[in-house]
């Protein structure tokens, strides 16, 4: 009666896990320096929030830039920086606009934005149609944020354009976490399985050695180990 309570025990604990885990798995936000910003959407108004090395960060985005083309966006990093641009979109397409993008009325750039097609990237264009990259360089993990910080004209219009809209977890990581718990399930509920899988077609009737038996069990305590790892792996790497 004890074993059959602790079992349902630990299943509810492993639902009411993955209940939460799949929440926090699946937020919407944007990458914004090698960090996920939780999106949030307040009275018609985009907020993204998030840390990134250590700064607090905010960023807002006021307009639906495709439908009345413009939107106001505005970044806050820590107590340091605070900007506000505005982005004005002109003969806008399913694939991308002429853009002009505003910081008050400061023109800083003005060119064309494709949007991202499938695995392509987007990317932004200069009057001249030379494309603008965004290119940083990080040494030691150094944080980027500093005195001569500036945001780039591709983050700038990729969030107007909410083309930067990820969730949070990696599927990759997720669908490797999700393989190993279903392997380990079944070579748990029936040990030979794996075993007489592997060696039915060569040998008659196999058994397993006492080293196997023991190995295996070792991986029963073992997998969920690992596989928490890369659960976690999967909200944090991008």
Do not use: C
Request: without cysteine.
């Amino acid at each position: 009666m004890k074993s059959k309570i602790k079992y349902i025990a630990l299943f509810v604990g492993v639902i009411i896990f993955f209940i939460f885990y799949f929440n926090l798995f699946f937020d919407k936000g944007m990458m914004f320096e090698d960090s996920f910003l939780k999106q949030d959407k307040i009275n018609g108004t985009y907020e993204y929030n998030g840390t990134a090395y250590g700064e607090d960060i905010q960023v807002t985005v006021d307009g639906e830039v495709e439908q009345s083309g413009t939107s106001n966006i505005s970044f806050y990093i820590g107590d340091f920086f605070k900007k506000y641009y505005t982005v004005n979109a002109t003969n806008i397409t399913d694939t991308g606009a002429d853009i002009a993008i505003y910081e008050k009325t400061l023109l800083l750039f003005e060119g064309n934005y494709r949007k991202s097609q499938g695995t392509v990237p987007p990317i932004i264009f200069n009057r001249k149609g030379e494309p603008e990259f965004d290119i940083r360089v990080s040494v030691n993990q150094q944080s980027p944020f500093q005195a001569s910080y500036q945001v780039s004209n591709s983050q700038i219009v990729t969030t107007a354009f909410q083309d930067n809209v990820v969730i949070r977890g990696s599927i990759p990581l997720l669908l490797m976490a999700l393989i190993l718990i279903i392997f380990t399930a079944i070579d748990m509920k029936s040990p030979l399985f794996f075993f007489q899988l592997r060696y039915m077609l060569s040998v008659n009737n196999p058994e397993p050695s006492e080293i196997y038996t023991f190995i295996q069990k070792i991986t029963w305590y073992v997998n969920p180990v690992i596989t928490l790892i890369i659960l976690i792996a999967a909200l944090l790497i991008h």
